[in-house]
Every structure is written in structure tokens, then in C-alpha cells.
């Protein structure tokens, strides 16, 4: 794809994955459009991507895991007259809990901003980029949606969700000049440990946000794009093992690995 002058909008670009969709894109002309909620952070990535790159960078800091976020942000971007060509929908967090445990009121959040504002930007956008005749969707999924996971049930089922909606929606989008892509990383060195408080030490194959997000970009630019993508080798091995093993089996292993000590 050709990104260059074109303008992308990223959500969770205050750290990790986002950033590094940030550095990339930039790299090629695109401009941005950055989203979390830590300001100070998007500041200074503004600061650092329009020096670096000579592009243009506005951010909005918003908490997307509002059932009115999307349309807050909707609102501010057609405010400011910004027209989103590419929209990366990457924000997003674990819950580490038994379901029995967990936080009710954490795991709206979690819900809301994995699924519910991924849905809600995605329908937002979509129409203008069809107008133009020309655009790009990729929605961060996981590897952990591709079996369920026991302490991390909810995480990994809003995972799945996105998959299913994402991989549909290339479906509807076949045969158009607009892309959409479910990224599925497996474990990738970022912030996403910390704030779901999971050590990361059981974790093989871990990848870096860079080769992650560049995996990501060279689907893209292929001409026939795939409806998802899984990142790094070791994931895509484990991922062809997960369609032949049992069930029962691939449930306990993935539990075993969010297990809290
Ligand atoms: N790291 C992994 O191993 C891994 C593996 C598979 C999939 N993923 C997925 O990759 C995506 C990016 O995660 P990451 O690894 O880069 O994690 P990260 O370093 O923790 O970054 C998460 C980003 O999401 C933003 N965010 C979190 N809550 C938000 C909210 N309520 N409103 C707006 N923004 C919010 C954070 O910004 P603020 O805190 O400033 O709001 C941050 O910019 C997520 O969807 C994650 O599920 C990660």
C-alpha cells in the first residue's frame, strides 16, 4: 500500500505497539493521528515523529473504553477537518483473573475499549473511506484469540471477537481498494505485562513491537492482503499445532501460562 501523504489514526499510541506503528508509518509519509490517555506521552511522540519524519502529527487523549468514546473522537476529528485513511485500532488490555475474581467494573473497560470502540471506530470510519475509494483497517487481535484462556477468559475471548469481526469484514471489503487486517502478535515486549500484571518469563518466542508492526505493514503491501496475519515464527508454528491438538489439552496449556503464583 501506499501510504505516503495519507493520514492514520492510532489508538493506544502513548506505548509499545502503537508507538512503533507510529515510527513505521511515519517513515513513510504518513501522517498521524495519536490517541491514548496519557497526554504528556502523546506530546512528546508528536514532538519526536514531526521532527524525525517531517509529517504531520495532531493527538487527541481520550479514554476510548467509554461506550462514548468513539463518537467523542469522531466528533474531534471532524472538528479539526482530519479525514482518517488508515485507522489502527491497537489499544487495548488484559485482565489476569479467574472469572470469578475479576473486577466487574475493570472488565467493562476492558470490553469496551478491546471490542466495543474497536466496532464503534470501525463503523465510523469505514464510509469515508469508501467515498475515497481507498483505506485501511487493522484491528489488534492476539494469538490468545485463538483458543480460549483459562485467567485470561475475558481477554482472550475479546480477541476472538475482533479476529471474527476483522476476518468478516475483509470478506465485505474483497474486491475494494479499502484493506482489513486482524494483527495476531503473540508475546511482544511492551507495557502489556505490567498493566495486566503477568509475568512474561513463561513466554517463548517473544517478539519486539518493530518486527511485530513491520510483519504487519508487509501484509499490506502485498497486493492480495491476507484477512489476518499472525506475527513471528514460533506463533505461527504454535497456532498450525493448536488446529490438530485436543481441545482439552490446549486449554490447560494456555492456563498453565496466566496462571497467578
Ligand atoms: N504485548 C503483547 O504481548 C501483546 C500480544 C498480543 C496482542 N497485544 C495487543 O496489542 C495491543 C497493544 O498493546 P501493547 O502490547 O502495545 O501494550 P501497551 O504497551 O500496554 O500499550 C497499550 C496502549 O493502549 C492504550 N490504552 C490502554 N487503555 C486505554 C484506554 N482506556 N483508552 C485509550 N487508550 C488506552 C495505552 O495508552 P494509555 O495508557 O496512555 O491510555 C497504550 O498506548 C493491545 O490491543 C494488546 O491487547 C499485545
Known sequence: MDFNGRTALITGASAGIGVEFAHQLAARGTN???VARREDRLVALVEEIGTKYGVKVSYFAI??????????LIANLAQTGIDTDILINNAGFATNNKVANEDRIRVQAEIQLNVGTLVDLTIGLLPAMQAQSFGAIVNVASTAALQPVPN???YAATK?????F???????LRGTNIRALALCPGATESEFWAVADISSKKMVGMQTAEQVVRVTLRELDKLNSRPSVISGYTNKVQAQLLRVSPKRMTIAIAGSLFKKD
Open 32 to 34: 498521524l493521528v495519536l
Open 63 to 72: 479514554d476510548l473504553s467509554q461506550p462514548t468514546s468513539g463518537s467523542t
Open 166 to 172: 476483522t476476518e468478516a469484514l475483509w470478506g465485505e
Open 160 to 164: 476472538a471477537f475482533v479476529l471474527s
Open 152 to 154: 485470561l477468559a475475558v
